[in-house]
């Protein structure tokens, strides 16, 4: 057929339709004035300048709606017929049943993103393919909050992917932001000294490189009473940090605990010392460990309100007390003898403790985190807009024993002061079970948990966080560089970790972090 016949075919059908919508319409005009007939007519059609919508149509291109076959009638029956032949609809076939999965196939959905654009891309969700972003700091200063808690528990085994996963989602692209900064207790030991130790250079810092023995003397010192300490919450928050210390080197030395009668008679002596230690020393110098152990078990003969006896009982407990400091000093005197060094601060948008050379079976690890954790809140006390970034490697010393008491009592100025503690640990059963640290995991609403190898491992991490009962077998299947995110009562996410090649070199474990890294962060 030619373009010419085709014209013309079309034309006499626009026509034609147009003559019986005409034909409908006057018909329909006429019935209309019929009581009670008019009631079952149809619709009234609506005619419209049938060739000059057509010529509108074929001039940009397109189809006028009644150039094209619309939906097939179907008839039911010679009634249905009939109306549909006066422009009714018939009635729909009867549809088949279907299964819910048959209808997923048929009706598929498109996933929305599991997070929403606020805070740091922190990799991409494994089901919808879409960017995974959350920042626990972020998320706890909206309105209305995202979190009750800013803290984060990150848990993994060792080559499961969490510390790549932490050095770029909770330390390097924070510092990005406005007034954000990082402390980060570094543990992993890389040529001599810890991983985030060039990293810490490229920015600016130099790391602060604790020595058990401080026999080279390089090594750095942190006084257990600095005055930032006592800032934190006065003499009963420097009470507190002695009391811990006490018990950290006492358990993990000796494996021994004081008695509750020792214990409250320890408990007034050292009240007793560390009153009279800060009184003569208000004015001078800054006082240290050995100058609270020289004054434990001294005891004015001359105050009346104690009798004989109970002199004698302070002057035992003080003499026990300082044989626990001295032991300390002689362990760890490179550590704590002296005040705290003048090049610890907290100007630099990334300080690091580099403990990566302090042994781990013994006390000094747990000390320093909570001497640190305390004379940081000490510092940034009046620093108001700020928000920090505490990251703990092998957070289990710092939750798993005497020193989550810090973590307890200051949780609240913690938050107020903007500060985010992030713990790091292989497997949950790190934690003793009837230990206050279980309670303070499971506060934390933000967990990333990467593979955990053991059934008894996953099982632990699936109740304590709350999550699908298949979660189980998926932990303990995930590939490399894939966790479950957990941010408080959201549904748990696979997540997979997508590194930019200047984040591929900064985690590498092999090799030094090329200098253009530290570039990217805006120095």
Sequence with gaps: MSGRQAKAQRAATIG??????????????????????????????????????????????????WEVPGSQLRPDG????????????????????STTRQAEIVATAHFGAPTGFDGIVNGRDTLTRTAFAHDPITAYRRTPRGLTSPNVVVLGQTGAGKSSWVTCNLITKPLMLRKRRAVVFSKKDRGGECEHAELTRELGNEPFRFL???????GRVINVLDPAITRVDGMQGQKLMLDTVIQLHRHRSSGTVASVEEAGWEDQALRLALRSLLADHEDTRVPTLADLSARLGAVDPHRGDYSLRSRERLHQAGLSISHVLNDLLETYGGVFDGE??????????????????????GAVI?????????????????????ATNVIYEEGWH???????????????????????????????????????????????????????????????????????????????????????????DMPETEVEHLRSEWEKVLTDSDQAMMGDSADALGR
């Design 16 to 65: 034609d339709t147009e003559h019986e919508v005409i034909a409908l319409q006057r018909r329909a005009s006429r019935l209309t004035r019929v009581p009670v007939v008019n009631r079952f007519l149809p619709p009234e059609v609506f005619v419209s300048d049938v060739e000059e919508v057509s010529a509108h149509a074929a001039a940009a291109g397109e189809l006028a709606p």
């Design 78 to 97: 010679w009634q249905s017929a009939s109306r549909a032949r006066r422009g009714w609809y018939a009635p729909a076939h009867q549809g088949a049943a």
């Design 212 to 218: 058990a023995n401080g026999a080279t003397g390089e």
């Design 340 to 361: 705290t060094s003048s090049q610890v601060d907290l100007t630099h948008k990334l300080t690091t403790f580099d403990i990566s050379q302090l042994p781990a079976d």
């Design 366 to 386: 747990p000390i320093v985190m909570a001497a640190a954790n305390m004379w940081m809140l000490g510092r940034i006390k009046d620093e108001a807009g700020w």
């Design 398 to 488: 710092m939750i798993g024993g005497p020193s989550v008491g810090l973590i307890q009592s200051n949780e609240k100025l913690s938050r107020s002061l903007g500060m985010s503690n992030i713990f790091i640990m292989h497997k949950g059963s790190d934690i003793p079970p009837d230990s206050a640290g279980v309670t303070v995991i499971q506060e934390a609403q933000t967990a990333y948990i990467f593979r955990q190898e053991h059934e008894q491992d996953a099982s632990w991490a699936q109740r304590t966080f709350n999550l699908d009962q298949d979660t189980t077998k998926l932990l303990m299947g995930l590939r490399t560089g894939h966790c479950i995110a957990k941010i408080a």
